[in-house]
């Protein structure tokens, strides 16, 4: 009698498990998602030319231990606009990229709050500051955030 009911708790363990990962596989995170929009905020200083961002990439310290599978993906993308944030770098083309305001300014921070659509996040790969790379489409921009820095 009691290795049935071992044998059954273990069968309903079993099942448990086998449906969380089941469920997890085929509900991936929001941001992994293309059909949900997400709130996204980079900085107000761009757009800057996908071209450029490659460029860094390959020849700056700050990326190094890229991602190539990533870099590759990049190149693959053309003519593209990118906006940088503290989490990610944000690739888009020139009409979303035009939704957005861009800001150079000195003593302040602003950061662009825009609502979009994620198509691919790649990592960066083993970079010292990890960032992931987003492109994006369907951006909706939702505000402002200013930040003033004490002189």
């Known amino acids: 009698m009691n290795n049935k009911i071992l044998i059954i708790l273990l069968a309903l363990l079993v099942l448990v498990f086998a449906v969380f990962v089941g469920y997890s596989m085929d509900n991936p995170q929001v941001i992994n998602d293309s059909s949900k929009k997400v709130e ?16 860094d990439v390959e020849t700056e310290p700050y990326y190094e231990g890229y991602d190539n599978e990533t870099l590759n993906w990049m190149k693959s993308l053309g003519n593209k606009s990118v906006f940088h944030s503290l989490d990610y770098l944000v690739i888009m083309d020139s009409h979303d990229a035009g939704q957005l ?3 150079f300014a000195t003593d302040v921070a602003i950061t662009e709050v825009f609502e979009c659509k994620v198509l691919e996040n790649r990592s960066m790969g083993d970079v010292k500051y990890h960032k992931d790379v987003l492109l994006v489409e369907d951006v909706k921009y939702l505000y402002d955030n200013i930040t003033y ?3």
């Not at 996204?40 to 460029?55: A, D, H, K, Y």
Request: no cysteine.
């Open 40 to 55: 996204l905020n980079v900085s107000s200083e761009g757009p800057f030319n996908l071209s450029q961002l490659i460029e």
């Open 101 to 103: 305001h861009s800001e």
């Open 149 to 151: 820095y004490d002189v």
